[in-house]
Every structure is written in C-alpha cells, then in structure tokens.
C-alpha cells in the first residue's frame, strides 16, 4: 500500500512536470510567433483632386516623392502571417490648386499621409540565395492625408495655419524579401515594394493656429480626392 502510495505521488510530480514544460513551451511558441518590425519608407505619390468642391468640375494632377517611417505588428503561422501595418510620409508639393469661398488658390506646400492596413502575407517556399525568402501580401487600407501651405495667400481667407485633410479608403498589395535566420532575436532584415489606391471619404479643414486647441472649421463628405503610390520599404523585426 505504501509502495502504491509512493509510485502514484511519484507519477502526479511527473505529470505536473510534464505539464508545466508543456505549458512553457507553448508560451515560448506563442511569444516566438509574434513580431513588431519597423523601418524607413520611400514613396511616389500621383493624385487628381478639386480638393474643394466646386460648380464646374475641375481636376488638377499632382504628383511628388517624399520619406517616411513603417511600423508593423504580425503573428506568424508557418507561411502565413497576420499582419497591422501603417505608414507616415512626408513630402512637399509645388502649385497646389483649390477653391477657398469662391476663390482659386494656388501656393506651395507639403503634405502628411497615416496610412493603416490589415494585412494577411503569404510567404512562399522561393528562397534566394539561400538567405531571402520571398512573400506577398494584401489587404484594406484607411489613410489621412493631410495638406499645409507655407504662406499665407493674398486675396483670400486662407492662411498657412490652416490644414485641409481627406479621410481616404483604398486597397494595398506588396511583395518583397525577409531574411531566413533561426531566431527573430537575430532582427531579420526585410525590404519590400507596394502599391496603395485612395479615394477620399470624407473632407476636414481645420484651425491650427493654437496648437492646443485644433478648430474644425468645415467638415463634409468628399469623392473629390483620389490617387496612388508606390513605396519602398527597409527596416528590421525589433521583437
């Protein structure tokens, strides 16, 4: 009876062990799967905008280059990835044309896109090099894209505090290349080339001279703002 005792308290200390290994390595295996990555970005940018509505129908197209920074969140399951992505860039703008209280505006300035994607990446079994495994992915794209003139304009209430920024909707593809190392803890490099369409939802021209305290002056729906861009992607997995 003693014997039995003994072996059974022996044999629950070894499924308790067990388990808790287990339980471990599933955590670890969960942990491992998740990864942030960020990097710098390149971008050309090409839009037709009235960027105000007005009678006659008028389009100007624009287009211009500009840098930025990526950011990304994912979980990884063998050769699909469930990913957020999302894109600041930064550029400048010659000759920006709209209507202001009847009026049209022309000045230079520059604008500001944040850009948020859910993204699913398939990565394929093509290894190059040995070192580069290549993946594509797609997905549902909501941005703001944000204008700012540097001067203020002559013979119209419109002054480079002010900011006219479109809610966008669209659509992104990518592909691109991410180093093969056994351990993320390595921070694998990645670079990557993609494509994002946007036409615009909704229009907001804003007070910004007191940085405090943003006045909303005008907000409306808009199908005025459309365009795309191309964009260059290197950074490194963090964690």
Same mark, same amino acid.
């Given at each position: 009876?003693?014997?039995?005792? +003994?072996? +059974?308290?022996?044999?629950?200390?070894?499924?308790?062990?067990?388990?808790?290994?287990?339980?471990?390595?599933?955590?670890?295996?969960?942990?491992?799967?998740?990864?942030?990555?960020?990097?710098?970005? *390149?971008?050309?940018? %090409?839009?037709?905008?009235?960027?105000?509505?007005?009678?006659?129908?008028?389009?100007?197209?624009?287009?211009?280059?500009? #840098? =930025?920074?990526?950011?990304?969140?994912? %979980?990884?399951?063998?050769?699909?990835?469930?990913?957020?992505?999302?894109?600041?860039?930064? =550029?400048?703008?010659?000759?920006? +044309?709209?209507?202001?209280?009847?009026?049209?505006?022309?000045?230079? =300035?520059?604008?500001?896109?944040?850009?948020?994607?859910? &993204?699913?990446? %398939?990565?394929?079994?093509?290894? *190059?090099?040995?070192?580069?495994?290549?993946?594509?992915?797609?997905?549902?794209?909501?941005? &703001?894209?944000?204008?700012? &003139?540097?001067?203020? &304009?002559? =013979?119209?209430?419109?002054?480079?505090?002010?900011?006219?920024?479109?809610?966008?909707?669209?659509?992104? #593809?990518? #592909?691109?290349?991410?180093?093969?190392?056994?351990?993320?803890?390595?921070?694998?490099?990645?670079?990557?080339?993609?494509?994002?369409?946007?036409?615009?939802?909704?229009?907001?021209?804003?007070?910004?001279?007191?940085?405090?305290?943003? #006045?909303?002056?005008?907000?409306?729906?808009? +199908?005025?703002?459309?365009?795309?861009?191309?964009?260059?992607?290197?950074?490194?997995?963090?964690?």
């Amino acid at each position: 009876m003693k014997t039995l005792k +003994t072996i +059974t308290s022996f044999l629950l200390t070894m499924l308790i062990a067990l388990s808790s290994v287990r339980a471990e390595s599933n955590k670890h295996s969960v942990e491992d799967n998740f990864n942030i990555k960020a990097g710098i970005s *390149i971008n050309k940018i %090409y839009f037709k905008t009235s960027f105000i509505p007005i009678n006659e129908k008028r389009e100007d197209q624009t287009e211009s280059s500009g #840098i =930025g920074f990526n950011t990304s969140v994912g %979980y990884k399951w063998n050769n699909w990835e469930l990913m957020v992505g999302s894109d600041v860039l930064f =550029g400048t703008l010659k000759d920006m +044309t709209f209507e202001v209280n009847s009026n049209d505006i022309t000045g230079n =300035g520059h604008y500001r896109i944040f850009a948020l994607s859910p &993204l699913v990446r %398939y990565y394929t079994p093509y290894i *190059i090099y040995n070192r580069w495994n290549l993946f594509v992915d797609a997905g549902p794209t909501w941005s &703001l894209h944000t204008f700012t &003139l540097n001067n203020d &304009l002559s =013979g119209a209430n419109f002054s480079s505090k002010k900011r006219i920024s479109f809610e966008n909707r669209g659509g992104s #593809i990518n #592909i691109g290349f991410e180093e093969v190392v056994p351990f993320k803890e390595t921070h694998p490099t990645f670079f990557e080339i993609g494509y994002s369409y946007m036409r615009s939802h909704k229009i907001f021209i804003v007070d910004a001279s007191d940085f405090k305290d943003v #006045i909303t002056l005008q907000k409306d729906n808009s +199908t005025d703002f459309r365009g795309h861009y191309f964009i260059f992607r290197f950074g490194i997995t963090l964690f």
